[in-house]
């Protein structure tokens, strides 16, 4: 029970420590400024919040880049992977056409090809959908921080 007492305690203060460094980074920026912070104007402060959001927004934009890359590559290699299976067989009475080992063949090919358009499709949904509107948003953030750059 003591243990559970200290790893609360060092969560605490943990979240007390990171609380103070909030404020520290935010009056560090303002030094960076040269800005006192009795000369600080509320746009000053909505800039510095903007310039996060706007780097923020970037480093979303590069992670579902990098989701839907990876998809669209998942998606080629197993179309790839699906013309490995050759069916019909080869000719010759070994096997039978139907009912038979072929149609588990036909069923892997099949199935391996829906999963790489299932993949496909969510690379394409990502990047069409969740990047462009990030992307959009980025821009709209520039826009507004230079709106309010402007004296």
């Given at each position: 029970?003591?243990?559970?007492?200290?790893?609360?305690?060092?969560?605490?203060l943990?979240?007390?420590?990171?609380?103070?460094?909030?404020?520290?980074?935010?009056?560090?920026?303002?030094?960076?400024?040269?800005?006192?912070?009795?000369?600080?104007r509320?746009?000053?402060?909505?800039?510095?919040?903007?310039?996060?959001?706007?780097?923020?927004?970037?480093?979303?934009?590069?992670?579902?880049?990098?989701?839907?890359?990876?998809?669209?590559?998942?998606?080629?290699?197993?179309?790839?992977?699906?013309?490995?299976?050759?069916?019909?067989?080869?000719?010759?009475?070994?096997?039978l056409?139907?009912?038979?080992?072929?149609?588990?063949?036909?069923?892997?090919r099949?199935?391996?090809?829906?999963?790489a358009?299932?993949?496909?499709?969510?690379?394409?949904?990502?990047?069409?959908?969740?990047?462009?509107?990030?992307?959009?948003?980025?821009?709209?953030?520039?826009?507004?921080?230079?709106?309010?750059r402007?004296?």
């Amino acid at each position: 029970m003591n243990e559970t007492v200290s790893i609360s305690r060092t969560t605490s203060l943990s979240r007390q420590t990171s609380r103070r460094g909030s404020t520290v980074s935010r009056s560090q920026s303002l030094i960076k400024k040269n800005i006192a912070p009795h000369d600080l104007r509320p746009s000053d402060i909505l800039i510095e919040r903007f310039t996060a959001w706007k780097a923020i927004v970037k480093q979303l934009i590069s992670y579902f880049e990098g989701i839907a890359d990876i998809e669209n590559n998942v998606a080629r290699e197993m179309t790839k992977l699906a013309g490995v299976v050759q069916v019909p067989f080869r000719s010759g009475n070994q096997f039978l056409g139907e009912g038979g080992l072929q149609d588990i063949f036909y069923g892997i090919r099949d199935k391996t090809r829906a999963i790489a358009d299932q993949h496909a499709n969510l690379g394409r949904t990502v990047e069409g959908s969740i990047v462009q509107h990030l992307q959009k948003l980025r821009t709209e953030i520039k826009a507004h921080i230079k709106r309010k750059r402007k004296p």
